[in-house]
């Protein structure tokens, strides 16, 4: 009998089975046998995290970790965010596993494992970093006074740093994708924050377990199943007749699912790629949008000014390039923070209000007066807006120019709907991963 309970369930105490697992494992302090405690859950608004811990009778040695139950994402993230008040120290940080945390002004890097998974702050990080430091200073000072010297020394630095003798700037480059430094400022802009998307190496691929299928063919690591070639081309008419199906895993609760994907024509646009996933165990619904022609020659900005509640019927495709702005409300969202989406922009409206919802920086007990009081206000304007009882424009802006809005005039022009086409600049170029393309002498590398 196949169980339909989710991987990863709320936490509940009347649900039997959100109880911790329980091993027998072995205790590196004495070696008996100790007792490792697994749980898998949801932490709200975030994701999906095991937790474990460890405790021995014989020694009474314990400790604890909190791993990542969820998917690596598509690109690695870069974040850098520069730190001058003490508003910026109280920043919510997580931090994955595979993640590499810098501060170059004090020269300090925290490599990837370095520091187990962890949510906490800037301030946080820098404490627990000062209490590794200090761990063994008491014996240093005996066996090696020079070396304690030294790090005594680095921790005066890290304290005056806590102390904002300067400002200084912390930088997390997780290739997973999973690690996030909190915006103050939201749901606005934060100017004291960059984020950059990268396509990761294929060494960061390697060291996260993920080959292709023609290094799992030619593999000589005996550990890697060598895969069978299969006849699955994806041919024109395969596309263009077929619902292709394909297996997944649910991003809700991480049990085996089915993607369904199809090819389309939009009038008056071009053909995409619409994917649809349901999971039988908990119910959840995604959809996602992919261009079908690639990258545009140039990119493209869509103004849209909504004067009634008519438009709110619009067709919309947003690809995972394109930014969404509304400067009435001060509101921008970067690119890949929703992904595809095919819907109108009512949908599209909406899909932004819950994914600000889930955000783990704005909901819970963890949220700040200032922050929870601003959220209050910008969530009351923007169902204002998409009640259509104000006026405000929204904007979309794809470098890649894969983004669409219905013109309720076609084939005339629509007097609310204003397109620009631009040049790329050069980091959008970068975004895109065009300044690393080789299109000339290819054959020859």
Same mark, same amino acid.
């Given at each position: 009998?196949?169980?339909?309970?989710?991987?990863?369930?709320?936490? /509940?105490? @009347?649900?039997?089975?959100? +109880?911790?697992? =329980?091993? +027998?494992?072995?205790?590196?302090g004495c070696y008996n046998d100790g007792v490792t405690k697994? *749980?898998?859950?949801?932490?709200?608004?975030?994701? +999906?995290?095991?937790?474990?811990?460890?405790?021995?009778?014989?020694?009474?040695?314990?400790?604890?970790?909190?791993?990542?139950?969820?998917?690596?994402?598509?690109?690695? %993230?870069?974040?850098?965010?520069?730190?001058?008040?003490?508003?910026?120290? /109280?920043?919510? !940080?997580? #931090?994955? @596993?595979?993640?590499?945390?810098?501060?170059?002004?004090?020269?300090?890097?925290?490599?990837?494992?370095?520091?187990?998974?962890?949510?906490?702050?800037? =301030?946080?990080?820098?404490?627990?970093?000062?209490?590794?430091?200090?761990?063994?200073?008491?014996?240093?000072?005996?066996?090696?006074?020079?070396?304690?010297?030294?790090? @005594?020394?680095?921790?005066?630095?890290?304290? @005056?740093? %806590?102390?904002?003798?300067?400002?200084?700037?912390?930088?997390v480059d997780d290739p997973t994708g999973n690690s996030f430094i909190e915006n103050p400022h939201a749901p606005g802009p934060d100017p004291g924050r960059t984020?950059?998307?990268?396509?990761?190496?294929?060494?960061?691929?390697? #060291?996260?377990?993920?080959?292709?299928?023609?290094?799992?063919?030619?593999?000589?690591?005996?550990? *890697?199943?060598?895969?069978?070639?299969?006849?699955?081309?994806?041919? =024109?008419?395969?596309?263009?007749?077929?619902? %292709?199906?394909?297996?997944?895993?649910?991003?809700?609760?991480?049990?085996?699912?089915?993607?369904?994907?199809?090819?389309?024509?939009?009038?008056?646009? #071009? =053909?995409? !790629?619409?994917?649809?996933?349901?999971?039988?165990?908990?119910?959840?619904k995604t959809n996602e949008v992919k261009a079908g022609g690639g990258i545009e020659l140039l990119g493209k900005k869509i103004t849209l000014k909504v004067t009634d509640p008519t438009d709110m019927s619009r067709d919309v495709l947003k690809s995972e390039t394109c930014s969404i702005a509304i400067p009435e409300l001060e509101f921008e969202m970067g690119g890949y923070s929703l992904g595809g989406k095919f819907t109108t922009l009512e949908g599209l409206m909406i899909n932004v209000l819950e994914s600000i919802e889930q955000n783990s920086v704005w909901g819970g007990d963890g949220l700040t007066p200032d922050i929870k009081e601003r959220l209050h206000t910008f969530k009351a304007k923007f169902r204002d807006c998409m009640a259509g009882r104000m006026i405000y424009s929204i904007v979309l802006d794809d470098p890649a120019g894969n983004s669409y809005v219905q013109n309720m005039f076609a084939p005339e022009e629509d007097p609310e709907l204003f397109i620009e086409i631009y040049e790329r600049s050069f980091d959008q170029h970068d975004e895109l991963g065009l300044n690393d393309m080789k299109v000339e002498g290819y054959e020859e590398s």
């Open positions: 009998m196949v169980s339909t309970d989710p991987v990863f369930s709320n936490l /509940s105490a @009347d649900d039997i089975n959100s +109880e911790p697992t =329980e091993i +027998e494992s072995l205790c590196m697994l *749980l898998l859950t949801k932490i709200p608004h975030y994701k +999906e995290v095991i937790l474990m811990s460890f405790n021995c009778e014989h020694c009474g040695l314990s400790n604890n970790e909190i791993q990542s139950g969820g998917t690596v994402q598509e690109k690695g %993230l870069k974040l850098t965010a520069t730190i001058s008040t003490e508003r910026d120290l /109280s920043r919510q !940080v997580v #931090k994955s @596993d595979y993640a590499t945390l810098v501060i170059p002004e004090i020269e300090l890097e925290i490599p990837p494992k370095g520091q187990k998974g962890e949510i906490t702050t800037v =301030e946080g990080v820098l404490q627990r970093t000062i209490a590794g430091l200090e761990q063994d200073q008491v014996v240093r000072r005996h066996m090696d006074p020079e070396g304690a010297k030294q790090i @005594d020394d680095y921790i005066v630095r890290i304290n @005056d740093t %806590l102390k904002l003798a300067t400002h200084f700037t912390i930088q984020t950059e998307m990268y396509t990761r190496t294929k060494d960061q691929d390697h #060291k996260l377990g993920m080959y292709t299928q023609e290094e799992l063919r030619t593999a000589e690591d005996p550990v *890697l199943d060598r895969v069978e070639e299969e006849d699955t081309a994806l041919t =024109e008419e395969r596309l263009k007749d077929e619902v %292709l199906t394909f297996p997944t895993d649910c991003h809700n609760c991480n049990a085996p699912a089915e993607t369904n994907m199809k090819m389309t024509n939009i009038p008056y646009f #071009k =053909e995409v !790629v619409i994917m649809a996933t349901t999971c039988d165990i908990c119910g959840a």
